[in-house]
Nanobody, 123 residues
Framework: QVQLVESGGGLVQAGGSLRLSCAAS???????MGWFRQAPGKEREFVAT????????DYADSVKGRFTISRDNAKNTVYLQMNSLKPEDTAVYYC?????????????????WGQGTQVTVSS
């Protein structure tokens, strides 16, 4: 059974930074990883994804240039560095993994999800 555990969320002022981590266990860490978020009253949306080697990444337009996804395969961990945070970034952030190797934006490509970590950006 694959387990994903997010950490690093919290409360930050607009313009600040946070780094989220997601530790994986239960199988080899050799698949696509993604970050998604869900704000109250809204659907879950794609944020960023990274291929199994880390050589390819993809970002939602709303976070491009501000967020950076990376992974450390030796530590079975994926990160999301979030800079220049805005109030509209407030959401529960989830990491996910699937059975594919390349970057994927659709949540349908992901089979395993973490429990989420809250990020709140105050204005």
């Amino acid at each position: 059974q694959v387990q994903l555990v997010e950490s690093g969320g919290g409360l930050v002022q607009a313009g600040g930074s946070l780094r989220l981590s997601c530790a994986a266990s239960g199988r080899t860490f050799n698949y696509v990883m993604g970050w998604f978020r869900q704000a109250p009253g809204k659907e879950r949306e794609f944020v960023a994804t990274i291929s199994r080697s880390g050589g390819a990444t993809d970002y939602a337009d709303s976070v491009k240039g501000r967020f950076t996804i990376s992974r450390d395969n030796a530590k079975n961990t994926v990160y999301l560095q979030m800079n220049s945070l805005k109030p509209e970034d407030t959401a529960v952030y989830y990491c996910a993994t699937g059975r594919e190797f390349y970057v994927r934006r659709s949540p349908l490509n992901y089979d395993y999800w973490g429990q989420g970590t809250q990020v709140t950006v105050s204005s």
